[in-house]
């Protein structure tokens, strides 16, 4: 009995961890630590598999560590290899270009050293805007555990052997998960890729390692069933400061996993609070375990797993079909939600339960039972021939996946101009700056500079191969007296090389995979050059959702007299598209220097300008978006 109760507990707990990846795929912008799920998971592991085998130990002086790795098979890999079969046989029927390094992918998640491969072989920015974002990308928590669950065994059996006591084993436990937190600190703080430090073993080993520590300081077969009162008022409050801190840590801007803070202690910090929360709801006179047991918790609790392994499956061959994601993404994201929750439950009942008991005796039963023809078992013989054309499909998709040439979309048309125009950029943007600092700033009348603008139009028109891509010659006139700093993506990286030629006096800086929040000390270091001009035009939102109060400290950090251009988002193919062009529209109905460029509007009519990922302008694409903008500029700007 207390046993069960125990693991409805954790159920819960993990229901927690479940419901805060599907919230995150709801609103990311809200619900910015969705990915927080997997601390959760590897606490528990830690903590669970670490208390069996010293209760082992303490009580028969040995551990089985064959019954153990054979139960892991059955709980883990059934599930495992039906997600990895069934994804298999969908691309070989309806998604091909995920063809290329598909056996790869099968063979380092069947080893359990797929998280290894993801940091050798991750993925770019122009592989995910290019429609071939992997299924498979969250697996890598997979084959860290597994890696836990082969070699921890050894580690317990040496730590029982040799370490002196209980003391010495939680100072070394303690050590080693220290040093993977400040690992993962120094790494970051050096610029080391970020697949290295999100997917290495050494660096998420913090969780597990905090997990463990709790097994040996706190025992759940040793936990006392009797304490004061006020004790469990004790730790009952503990339990709410633990779960204030998740959370908290949920919603916070700080957690998001493209920001510095997660790896300088955010996610030590989230997994402290985590092991305490576990530690509170192990404890038989706490009330959180029967708190945290309720029908929903228990069913999103057992179905933890299978949810976790359909979720990108689902969303990624699912949204690879749908052409207008953005106009009904909360629609899209509830029918998403809603086949990954019946896949998880058919999981459960078709794969996890009943082949977590599997032996060869029921094996030879079933197919037994099976392949006698003079009985009718429709069902089990349905049953048998669904699994085995899956399983041929699949087959034949790894199979041939060695013969498929993988796209290098590093060294597409896209890639290619965007690194020569980001080169481009840094060598004009230092000839810029100079200028900048030697020139005196002059306020200039509007009235003058369009009457003296109409005369040269006439008489030295400039850059008139944009007029076709509809400027004025006048707009084109005014454009080389605006003065700009530019800080945008890859989008407006594409199309760098035209708005510096129709804007000579301006400071472009854009990137690929930028967010809103890497903007911060980019004008910060334009603004301790004294550099930063009283034109800013900001291009950014291609790649997520922010919130709005990194949108509030990029406003304060411009500063109010400085008039502020937003080129808004065309990404018809991803859902955050109208959540931040609904984030800006707000905000320039409160700040009257915020102007924003209606780019989405203006795009959504012209296909023919874009790539196929719908979002990167072509070079024809890219003039009509550099001339639109350069004419919404200059109809607001600053002389």
Partial sequence: MEKNRFITGYSGLRALAVIGVILYHLNPDTFIGGYLGVPIFFVLSGYLVTCQMLKSYEKDGFFDNVNFYWSRIKKLYPSLLSVLWLSSAYILLFQRNLLANLWQIVVSNVLSVYNFWQIFNGQSYFERFAANESPFVHLWTMSINGQFYLLWPLVVYLLVKYAKNKKVMVKILSGFSLLSALEMAIMYRIGVNINRIYYGTDTRFFALGIGAVLAVLWPINKLKTEIKQNKAYFLDGMGFVALFIILLMFFSPAMNAEG?????????????????????????????NRWMTNPVFNWLGSRSYGIYLYQFPVMIFFEDKISNLAEYAFLYHLFEITIILVLSELSYRFIEKPLSKISLSSTKKYLKKVLNFKTKNYGSKIQALVISLIFICGSIAIIVSPMVKAQDYNQSQLAVRIRKNCRQQKKENQLAIAKIKKSKKKDQKRAKLIKVANKTAKSHPVNRLYKKYGISQLDLQLAHKVQLTAIGDSVMASSSNDLTRLMPKSIIDAAVSRQVNASFGLLDHYKSQHVLADNVLIAL????????????????????????????TYVPNKPWQNQVNQSLAKAARRYHNLNIIDWCNYAKSHPNWF??????????GSK???????????????F
């Fill in 260 to 288: 510095p803070f997660p790896y300088y202690g955010g996610m030590l910090l989230f997994t402290i609070a985590t092991t305490i929360f576990v530690a509170v709801i192990a404890h038989p006179c706490s009330h959180w």
């Fill in 541 to 568: 939102g291609t790649n997520g959702a922010f919130p709005m109060s990194d949108l509030n400290q990029l406003m304060q950090l411009i500063g109010s007299k400085r008039q502020v251009f937003w080129i808004n």
């Fill in 611 to 620: 790539y196929d990922d719908h979002t990167h302008p072509t070079p024809i």
């Fill in 624 to 638: 009509y978006y550099s001339a639109f903008v350069v004419k919404a500029i200059v109809k607001h700007a600053k």
